[in-house]
């Protein structure tokens, strides 16, 4: 009896040490990945030193995260150890003669099943973690599901064994908490509180005296990979439902190609020029509307008001744009520095769902966490919420869907066979937008089901577009700025395709008209697009609307990566800083570098004049153009010289508006300075 508890507790210390080692090569695996991903192999002493403060603001959570992750490892090394020793002692009393050897062959057979089982699942399900190596070297196994396949066989081989041996050889407390353990393991993904919810019974929706209001934002989705404009790839047929039964408007741009000036101009239907908010992390003292969202209006008038988004690294919306409720991952520092470190074989596989977030809370709605990211629990709780909202006054819900976004990775991409139409550059982007389509369908469903969806105002538009080159960087392309509007008014609509240019800083006033505010006396830019709503037999405005837009950086301008951790190590650690509460933003004086440096151009339903300023070195070149948009949408061929009367209308709209943040213009139409 002595020597198998003897065993026994060798075997459960080589297992931990086993783990632990296991924990360290995956940690080191993890920071070089960092380190030659976001610094290369010039780590300079500005940076370590920046990082070295970031990890002071931390110190606290740092440590409770690594004891964390030391524990999981532990246990599961305990474990395994322990389920060794019952083989072994099981081997041992049958067969004598091989007791000598059994508890070596008994835990190299376990660790061996479980690891194959852990890494080969994680490689299937986390292909963008940097564990995934099995996915390579394993191009036996076959395809993504033929791996998957293999690693839930191990595993189910290993835990099947793990109960026989549990139920018939080890002590009835010993096999309670471990059968327990394994249990709550395996419920966990399932998302039992959700379950729970649903299978409740569910209240009918109360019709409340004003219709409810419901954005539904898909980050960077650019109108045309939808089926409804014509993408051969089946990316979206949720969205295209949608659109086929309400008005959609083909031709409608946001100012700024960013996501959080563009979600402010939707919330306070003014320019970022009139809002203040001309940056991704601008600072919150800068911004001039913050008490003027559509939150606050609503609210003023008896609607609940609730924010969703599975992403705040580049919009931080907050209690102070008006919502009552914000589901949010957490914002900050802590977000990217956890974010990006946190992959790790065990916590991936096992702890990467509503278990995972009350240890990891960074990990819950968070999309910026890519390689572990799929949406089913933030779409899940946007679900639950609705239920919870039906049964009282009217509700304002805005939800932000940012799996679209770039890095445009996340977990178990989806692979589409490439059609003739269909951009082989942007292969990641269609993955990621067929995953936020999904996602739309759920909640579209949920809105029907709950009764909601007849009575409410609903629409469905992205911040911004998105181009084989990204966003916010290009003016002349316009994927970039343009983006999905669509809506459906209480009651219901007649489907129509709306060909005339509009702005997302019409969303705003159009909603206030909708749900009968009125828009007299308040400081919008945009203007009412209800004329398109209702009968379409009514005299629509004349086509005189035009829009000014900006990029929030130029490529060739410092930051012109954007808030890239990459860029935040790189270049950002002389843009970015963060306050005590480790909240990152663009310091002030950098800010009016970069303003003053983007592009920015003026266009209407017949033109664009765009103005680009090129960095080089020290040195700013200005070339100002104009583009005929009936004859050259792609915005190739500068006619200012021969339309100079164009051009001179134009640019003095351009200055005019944007006053001394612009140079004058070069002396010839076209020319450079």
């Known amino acids: 009896m002595k020597s198998e508890r003897g065993t026994s507790g060798r075997l459960v210390r080589l297992g931990v040490f086993l783990f632990l080692v296991l924990w360290l090569a995956e940690a080191v695996t993890k920071v070089l990945a960092v380190l030659q991903e976001y610094t290369g192999a010039d780590l300079k002493s500005t940076v370590t030193s920046r990082l070295g403060e970031g990890l002071r603001v931390l110190a606290p959570a740092v440590l409770a995260y690594l004891l964390t992750l030391l524990a999981i490892y532990v246990l599961f090394g305990a474990l395994n150890g322990h389920y060794a020793a019952l083989i072994a002692a099981r081997v041992s009393a049958r067969r004598p003669g091989r007791s000598r050897f059994a508890p070596g062959l008994a835990f190299l057979a376990v660790n061996a099943v479980f690891l194959a089982g852990l890494y080969s699942l994680n490689s299937a399900l986390y292909p963008a973690s940097n564990l995934a190596f099995v996915r390579q070297s394993l191009l036996w196994v076959g395809d993504v599901g033929a791996l998957k396949t293999a690693g839930l066989a191990l595993l189910a081989v290993y835990l099947a064994g793990f109960v026989v041996m549990s139920v018939r050889t080890a002590g009835k407390k010993t096999a309670i908490a471990s059968l327990a353990f394994w249990g709550v393991l395996l419920v966990a993904p399932l998302d039992p509180a959700y379950l729970l919810h649903r299978a409740l019974p569910r209240a009918e929706a109360v019709r409340p005296a004003a219709p409810n209001v419901i954005l539904i934002g898909i980050d960077s989705l650019n109108p045309l990979h939808t089926g409804y404009a014509g993408y051969p790839l089946p990316l979206t047929p949720n969205l295209d439902a949608f659109l086929k039964e309400n008005v959609v408007f083909r031709d409608c741009y946001t100012s700024i190609a960013r996501t959080f000036p ?44 609730v924010h969703f988004t599975d992403e705040v690294r580049f919009s931080n919306i907050t209690s102070a744009e008006g919502f009552d409720v914000l589901r949010h991952p957490v914002m900050g ?19 990467n769902n509503p278990l995972g977030s009350l240890l990891f809370p960074f990990l819950k709605y968070n999309r910026a966490v890519f390689h572990l990211y799929d949406g089913r629990y933030f779409i899940n709780d946007v679900v639950a919420e609705l239920d919870r909202l039906k049964r009282g006054k009217p509700f304002f819900l805005a939800v932000h869907l940012c799996i679209g976004h770039w890095p445009y990775f996340h977990a178990s991409p ?45 629409v469905v538009l992205s911040d911004h577009g998105e181009s084989a080159e990204g ?45 009968g505010a009125g828009t007299a006396g ?56 963060f306050d005590r509460t480790g909240l990152i933003t663009v310091r002030d004086d950098i800010a009016q570098v970069l303003i ?17 300023v090129v960095l080089r070195g020290s040195s700013e070149i200005v070339r100002t153009a104009l583009f005929d948009l009936c004859a050259d949408p792609a915005c190739k061929e500068d006619v200012a010289a021969e339309r100079p009367e164009i051009f001179r209308s134009l640019w003095d709209r351009l200055s005019r508006y944007y006053g001394s943040e612009l140079a004058p213009p070069a002396a010839e139409p076209g020319g450079a300075r």
């Open 522 to 577: 308040r400081a919008f830019d945009g203007e009412s697009l209800r004329p398109w709503l209702g009968d379409p037999g009514v005299p629509e405005p004349a086509d005189d609307r035009s829009v000014f837009m900006e990029t929030e950086f130029s490529l060739l301008t410092p930051g012109g990566l954007g808030i890239a951790l990459q860029s935040m190590i790189e270049q950002g650690i002389k843009f970015y800083e």
């Open 471 to 515: 966003h916010g960087s290009d003016l002349r392309n316009s994927e970039q700025n343009r983006t999905l509007l669509a809506w459906k008014p209480a009651g219901g609509t007649v489907h129509r395709d709306v060909d005339r240019l509009v702005r997302t800083i019409d969303i705003a006033p159009t909603i206030l008209e909708l749900v």
């Open 333 to 351: 520092i802590k977000d990217f520095v956890f974010g990006s470190f946190h992959d790790f074989s065990l916590t991936n596989v096992f702890f």
């Open 414 to 458: 989806r692979e589409f066979k490439f059609q003739p139409g269909a951009d082989p550059r942007m292969a990641l982007y269609d993955s990621a937008l067929s995953i936020a389509d999904r996602q739309l369908g759920r909640i579209l469903a949920a809105l029907k089901a709950s009764g909601l969806y007849d009575g409410s105002v609903v």
């Open 262 to 305: 563009s979600w402010y101009s939707i919330l306070t239907g003014q320019y970022p020029v009139t809002n203040g908010v001309r940056l991704n992390l601008q600072k919150r003292k800068n911004i001039k509307s913050a008490d003027r969202c559509l939150g606050h209006i609503l609210k003023d008038r008896g609607y609940r008001t």
């Open 596 to 612: 003053r440096r983007r592009n920015r151009a003026l266009m209407t339903s017949d033109w664009k004049l765009v103005r680009d």
